[in-house]
């Protein structure tokens, strides 16, 4: 056979995403750009507000009422946005799965864990009840836990079980991408790690695509192959981890690595920026951190900066008008 | 632990804080378990420790908001276990040892304006003074201006609010200030903003702070003591920079190795979290 190969669509390709919601001055989500590869883990950082979470939302097309949407958002190649409710409904059962902070606000307390684990595909699948609760067990092992757990109820676990569940009645519909939002904010440090390790298994094991939505840095350098950073809707930098948290090229990004209190950082007092970060009833002319920012010209209040490519680093992406005068700064490590 | 140093914070002055051998047990689990340690006079002690420590009933019976089966709390060597006897006892009580929660949005009145709360606590701990310069004064020390005393809670943002209950709790002037993940539920850049005003606060006033925390890096960036404990123990317990540059404990080892950065091994915690457990 001679037809060209095209290369497969990558489980997560967001371009120019705009998302407004009534009565507000400025989209809460601007022009973001952002993709995940098969296999890849990606972090995707901000703090509260920043909109993080309605991109990782978006990607279900979990949006708030009255939400308008620009761009585009493919998952395997297909448009989330341009969905009818069937094509969406198999997106939401199959290809793409969520994993939220909460387990035991995401999981019926009523319910045996095994009827929450078999449900989606018992009802969305022609999947006979016992290969369903036979897969459900194989995952539940993948995760760490045996086939008692099928029997229990979720007051019966604790929170770090409980979110081994969700990651396993994530994977029973073999997605190509999974969407981790804050999963491990809830939990104890050393069953994080536990939690992280698992998702780090299974990417492997599975070849499933991550995107990790955290507030945490320093969790983000440490498990991601590449992170976007992400301020007032819009993507700040982007880049490899590593790149990027040692030799940060926006004010904003090296301000929060200033403002995180590390174990690896001189002591003292940290650098934190003042003011906050835009409110949704203001409407934004120029660059959205200008106001915070000690690097912060005429331009940058007048004047929206692009994302650019880095001189000699495309694979790095930094929208600031003074991005190359961060080079050298004492946070270059 | 029979290694552990009694004597923690208690290196100069004489101590503002006094715990010794605390216990409280709910049914057969003991949450509290011989609990003794000291907090220099405007000193900072941190206690870190993940869910089920005991930390939290720790911080809620040195507060007086639980009663410990055994032991004894004290405040510049006045005794404040056991109930207070009268109103004015209570007062005087609760003027000692003041408390920050985790989250502002539960600890503030939604109908109580910034001013008013303020107001509220300087009536009733020092009733029949004018208090507007008080109040001008105190919401100035938390960098908050003089117009929010006419905000309500829910006009202001999370770290807004958190300022406000630091400047209710620090208007009685009190010698310690227990902070329960007071900055845990903060946007990093917020937090970092909370911590430097605390530090300020601290050389100012001279206050104590008794800072219970889940979070290393916090502990390392505002206290000079820490203790680590679980299952209502005190593991191990030293100066900061000691503890957690050298840790002697396999837990304060886990808990250290556990703290996302580059090169960070989940797969190694995971293992050495099991072979804890078991152990």
Redesign the interface.
């Known amino acids: 056979m001679n037809t060209p190969d095209r290369p497969p669509a990558p489980p997560l390709d967001i371009r120019g995403l705009r998302l407004r919601l009534p009565r507000t001055a400025r989209p809460v989500l601007d022009g973001v750009d952002l993709t995940v590869g098969a296999g890849e883990t990606v972090a995707l950082v901000g703090?509260?507000g920043s909109g993080k979470t309605l991109t990782s939302r978006s990607v279900l097309r979990l949006l708030p009422t009255g939400a308008a949407t620009e761009g585009t958002v493919r998952v395997a190649g297909d448009d989330v946005l341009a969905m009818d409710p069937e094509q969406l409904r198999h997106l939401r059962t199959g290809t793409a799965a969520m994993i939220f902070q909460d387990p035991r606000a995401a999981i019926n307390p009523l319910r045996r864990i095994g009827d929450f684990l078999t449900e989606s595909l018992r009802l969305n699948t022609a999947t006979p009840p016992a290969e369903a609760t036979r897969r459900a067990s194989t995952l539940l092992e993948a995760v760490g836990l045996t086939d008692a757990a099928l029997r229990r109820y979720p007051g019966q676990l604790s929170g770090g079980m409980l979110q081994r569940v969700m990651i396993a009645a994530a994977l029973m519909g073999e997605p190509a991408l999974l969407l981790a939002d804050e999963p491990t904010t809830a939990l104890?440090?050393?069953?994080?790690?536990?939690v992280?390790?698992?998702l780090?298994?299974l990417r492997e094991r599975f070849g499933t695509g991550l995107l990790f939505v955290t507030?945490?840095?320093?969790?983000a350098?440490?498990?991601s192959d590449r992170v976007y950073v992400m301020y007032a809707g819009r993507i700040a930098e982007t880049g490899p981890?590593?790149a990027l948290?040692?030799r940060p090229r926006h004010p904003y990004t090296a301000?929060?690595l200033?403002?995180?209190?590390?174990?690896?950082a001189p002591?003292g007092?940290?650098?934190?920026?003042?003011g906050?970060p835009p409110g949704l009833q203001v409407e934004l002319a120029g660059c959205p951190f200008a106001p915070r920012c000690g690097y912060a010209t005429d331009l940058c209040r007048d004047q929206a900066p692009a994302a650019r490519p880095l001189p000699g680093d495309p694979a790095r992406l930094v929208a600031c008008h003074h991005s190359d005068r961060l080079e050298g700064s004492a946070l270059d490590g | 632990m029979d290694e552990v140093d009694q004597s923690v914070g208690a290196t100069s002055a004489t101590p503002v804080l006094q715990v010794s051998g605390l216990h409280r047990t709910y049914g057969a689990v003991r949450a509290v378990d011989d609990v003794s340690f000291a907090l220099a006079a405007g000193g900072s002690l941190g206690i870190v420790g993940e869910s089920g420590s005991g930390k939290t009933t720790t911080a809620r019976i040195i507060v007086g908001l639980e009663q410990a089966d055994t032991g004894r709390v004290s405040v510049n060597g006045r005794e404040r276990t056991g109930r207070g006897r009268g109103r004015a006892h209570r007062l005087a009580r609760a003027r000692e040892v003041q408390l920050v929660f985790q989250d502002p949005y539960l600890s503030l009145d939604p109908r109580t304006p910034v001013g008013a709360v303020l107001r509220e606590a300087l009536r009733l701990h020092f009733p029949g003074a004018d208090h507007t310069s008080r109040v001008a004064e105190l919401l100035d020390q938390v960098g908050l201006g003089e117009r929010s005393a006419d905000a309500l809670p829910r006009q202001l943002s999370g770290g807004q609010r958190q300022r406000v209950a630091i400047a209710r709790a620090l208007a009685v002037e009190p010698a310690v200030l227990v902070l329960d993940e007071a900055v845990a539920a903060l946007d990093v850049s917020v937090q970092a903003q909370i911590l430097n005003l605390l530090a300020d606060i601290r050389e100012q006033t001279g206050v104590g702070y008794l800072f219970i925390t889940h979070d290393l890096g916090v502990v390392r960036c505002v206290t000079e003591q820490v203790i680590v404990m679980r299952q209502g123990r005190i593991v191990e317990s030293g100066p900061t920079a000691r503890v957690l540059a050298d840790p002697q404990h396999p837990y304060t080892r886990l808990l250290l190795e556990s703290v996302p950065r580059p090169g960070w091994d989940p797969r190694a915690i995971a293992a050495a979290r099991r072979a804890l457990r078991q152990a």
């Open positions: 703090e509260s104890d440090v050393t069953t994080q790690a536990e992280v390790s698992l780090g298994d507030h945490d840095l320093g969790l350098a440490a498990i981890a590593d948290f040692s301000a929060l200033g403002s995180t209190p590390r174990l690896d002591p007092r940290l650098v934190a920026i003042d906050q």
